[in-house]
């Protein structure tokens, strides 16, 4: 890439795929951009183009990504925007050659690359992955990217990737970093972490949502620096906003302590230091970085069996017992033979007493059954619950007539030594470059950083409140585990904030993660606490092993419950 500017001016255009469509045009349309990437990739997103790659074989890859080319592939040529994107999923070869196709039907000289090698499914046996698996992808690094941009890419597709290797790819190519360059690096992968959900960053999602007008955010944009660090902005007159706050909450999304392992930088999240410079511009500047590790996280999908999902609605009075008299009736009508390997049971009390309205009177009851044989989550399990119509409890109905149940899948990680990884950079003229794995560290150092606390609050008056008016929350998921980081606003509100929300008091808050292991990170310069509840959300997204299976809204749970907070900070 040319090195005349000084700053590279990376946009985002995509947090998932799914987000919104227009983004793209908007992004190009709404201002000066050097690049723009698109994370279209997730967990459950990999192991949908698995089954789609598994109907055809040609297929696998965002689809989305190439209608929104179809409307701004030209447009971005003439801006001189560079495209970098993970939409390739399972078969970025195939995406990379149906975009020649569509720029040399409508005319555009377009130079489009590809990265690949991420894809390890034909190699399982050899790697020592279990069988059984319809996907199996290890998370490269931006040193590809970089390589498709330097050979002159003006698009580079590439399968599973780091979210952040989308910006710190063409930050290596711009700036000439080299794998040495380690505090350069992480700065950009902290800028990436930032960009990768898109709005996120712009006040989508956020907290404090009522401070901003959030009715549609625009999109982010990082300005690189040669010394890794950036400023977070968007595009003049675009909704959202950009602010200390929205920032730290990515930053606390999806991590977990200090250290922010990835395959070309391990990023150091407790040196990070943010600056509002004004109006929807916040400076990221003093990220150290350490070498990585030997190994690559790979992630595994593969189909956990069936499942299906019956809602019972109880109105009005006596809802436990009423539960209790379906659950009784339930176990006596399904014949023992048909019984599901798991039968789940949960209660929601969304009835109020004394209702003006019918549904706000009314409980929810949700039974969730699961097997490896898709019969017994099918007709059987539906005709038992269906049979009980006029047999059960007073204003018996259902929120659906039962369906046939339906495959889920699971996501693992696993890791491989990154030297086993054949991580290349496809050009368009179908030359390939190998690209090696980064010098990295013997072993990492497992221990989390130790921090002093900051002096307790002075004893004071305290006042019965919600811990979501002291602090902030955002919260994600990681397989089957789930992150919720917290930050407080003000620095008396860090002080409370982390002498109070330990381990015990979490588990006591958030009953559910009563019986699960806990761990507590703390990041005094983003003034947060951010906890890991391992197993959660149990064999992950797809699973759907939990009401909220992706741990969106724990951190709002978790501000909604009440503490005595000294009066000083409300």
Not at 315 to 327: F, M, N, P, Y
């Amino acid at each position: 890439m040319a090195r005349a500017r000084s700053v590279l001016r990376i946009g985002n255009a995509s947090g998932f795929y799914g987000d919104r469509f227009s983004a793209v045009r908007e992004m190009l349309t709404g201002g000066p951009l050097d690049v723009l990437t698109g994370d279209y990739l997730a967990e459950l997103t990999m192991l949908i183009l698995a089954r789609d790659r598994l109907k055809d074989p040609s297929l696998g890859y965002a689809r989305t990504f190439l209608r929104q080319m179809e409307e701004c592939l030209g447009l971005a040529r003439e801006r001189g925007v560079r495209i970098v994107v993970n939409a390739g999923g399972l078969n970025p070869a195939r995406l990379a050659e149906e975009l020649r196709r569509l720029a040399q039907r409508h005319g555009i000289a377009a130079n489009v690359a590809h990265v690949e090698g991420d894809d390890l499914i034909a190699r399982k046996s050899e790697l020592g992955l279990p069988d059984g698996l319809l996907a199996a992808n290890a998370y490269l690094g931006g040193f590809g990217i970089a390589a498709c941009l330097r050979e002159g890419a003006d698009v580079v597709v590439t399968g599973r990737v780091t979210d952040a290797a989308l910006v710190a790819g063409p930050a290596i190519a711009h700036f000439g970093w080299t794998t040495d360059d380690l505090d350069q690096l992480a700065g950009a992968v902290v800028a990436g972490h930032v960009l990768e959900c898109g709005a996120q960053a712009t006040g989508g999602n956020y907290a404090f949502f009522r401070e901003h007008d959030v009715t549609r955010p625009g999109f982010p944009i990082a300005e690189l620096h040669a010394d890794g660090s950036s400023v977070i902005t968007k595009h003049p007159g675009t909704g959202g906003a950009v602010t200390a706050g929205t920032v730290t909450a990515q930053l606390l999304y999806e991590t977990g302590g200090a250290r922010y392992i990835g395959p070309d930088v391990t990023a150091r999240l407790d040196s990070v230091r943010l600056t509002e410079e004004g109006p929807d511009r916040v400076r990221i500047d003093g990220v150290r970085g350490e070498a990585p590790p030997p190994t690559l996280k790979v992630g595994l999908n593969r189909l956990g069996g069936h499942r299906n999902e019956v809602v019972f609605v109880l109105t009005g009075l006596d809802i436990e017992a009423k539960s209790a008299l379906v659950q009784r009736q339930f176990a006596d009508a399904l014949p023992p033979a048909a019984r599901p390997a798991e039968l789940r049971w949960t209660l929601a009390r969304t009835d109020h007493p004394d209702a003006a309205s019918e549904e706000a009177a009314s409980a929810l009851l949700r039974l969730t059954a699961r097997d490896p044989d898709p019969a017994k989550v099918g007709r059987e399990l539906g005709k038992a619950a269906v049979e009980l119509g006029l047999a059960g409890y007073p204003g018996f109905h259902l929120t659906a007539p039962p369906g046939p149940g339906a495959p889920y899948g699971v996501f693992t990680a696993a890791y491989v030594d990154a030297k086993a990884v054949e991580h290349t950079a496809v050009l368009a003229d179908g030359s390939r470059i190998a690209v090696p794995p980064a010098p990295s560290s013997s072993q990492l150092d497992p221990a989390e950083p130790v921090f002093d606390l900051p002096e307790p609050l002075p004893a004071g008056p305290v006042r019965r409140a919600p811990i979501g008016l002291v602090a902030g929350a955002r919260s994600g998921d990681k397989g089957g585990d789930a992150n919720l980081g917290l930050w407080a606003r003000t620095e008396d509100g860090w002080r409370w904030l982390a002498h109070t929300l330990t381990v015990d008091l979490l588990r006591e808050l958030l009953p559910e993660t009563a019986e699960l292991p806990v761990t507590r990170h703390l990041l005094p310069n983003l003034r947060a606490v951010n906890f890991t509840v391992t197993g959660l959300l149990g064999e992950g997204v797809a699973a759907q092993h939990r009401f909220d299976p992706q741990a969106k809204a724990l951190g709002e749970w978790l501000r909604s419950r009440h503490l005595d907070i000294p009066e000083a900070l409300l």
